[in-house]
């Protein structure tokens, strides 16, 4: 089955940096656009970057944008999230997914901006 284990989350002061990754498995990674996503507390979880098959192709929510950069390994089955420059805002649960069937979600891992 899909299944997604996301990593490298953790307390970092403003200004900092974190990389996330997202081991996938029960699917052939290589074949599918995929997606991070961040949720609040007590909100619906939302669009923070996705990516191509390839790698070649890249997007990014505005708030993200310049700071943020997502990238995979289709040989090790794993999706990153380079995260700079972070702010307070950027603090919550961050998730990845297929791009077009987000509808498998791992535990996520959290991230904390704080001073």
């Known amino acids: 089955q899909v299944q997604f284990v996301e990593s490298g989350g953790g307390l970092v002061q403003p200004g900092g940096s974190l990389r996330l990754s997202c081991l996938a498995s029960g699917f052939t990674f290589s074949h599918y656009h995929m997606s991070w996503y961040r949720q609040y507390p007590g909100r619906e979880r939302e669009l923070v970057a996705e990516i191509s098959t390839d790698g070649y192709w890249t997007n990014f929510v505005d708030s993200v944008k310049g700071r943020f950069t997502i990238s995979r390994d289709n040989a090790k089955n794993t999706l990153y999230l380079q995260m700079n420059n972070l702010k307070p805002e950027d603090t919550a649960v961050y998730y990845c997914?297929?791009?077009?069937?987000?509808?498998?979600w791992g535990q996520g891992t959290q991230v904390t901006v704080s001073s």
């Open positions: 997914t297929l791009r077009d069937r987000p509808e498998y």
